[in-house]
């Protein structure tokens, strides 16, 4: 029984550090005056996140029709998957399994076959 005690509260110890870092992390990383940060923070942070009140204030759902939908998320800017980027990256992975050789744990290369 003591075991699994101890367990348990290592367990808690270790989310609580994780939870601490991830603060301290995120403070850094905004670099703002106004966020005090810290454990004090953290603190707050934690016991807001806990309060039933936040929960209530969901949004409500909003109906709407696939076209309006996809009318507003329209994006002007190119995909994240550029066909001729594809390609060119396609190509080079062939050319390069053309050239080398894979001999146990060596890596070989041959020269490229020039064209007469």
């Not at 009140?53 to 009318?71: I, N, S």
Request: proline share 4%; aromatic share 8%; no cysteine.
């Amino acid at each position: 029984m003591i075991t699994y005690v101890l367990w348990v509260a290592l367990s808690i110890l270790l989310a609580l550090a994780v939870f601490l870092v991830a603060s301290v992390m995120e403070r850094r990383d905004a670099r703002s005056e106004d966020a005090p940060g810290g454990l004090v923070q953290f603190w707050r942070d934690f016991r807001s996140g806990l309060r039933r009140g936040d929960r209530r204030r969901t949004p409500k759902p909003v109906d709407t029709d696939m076209d309006a939908f996809f009318a507003a998320t329209v994006e002007s800017a190119p995909g994240y998957v550029d066909a001729e980027e594809l390609t060119d990256v396609l190509q080079r992975a062939r050319e390069q399994a053309r050239h080398t050789l894979h001999v146990g744990h060596v890596e070989v290369s041959r020269p490229a076959r020039r064209s007469a």
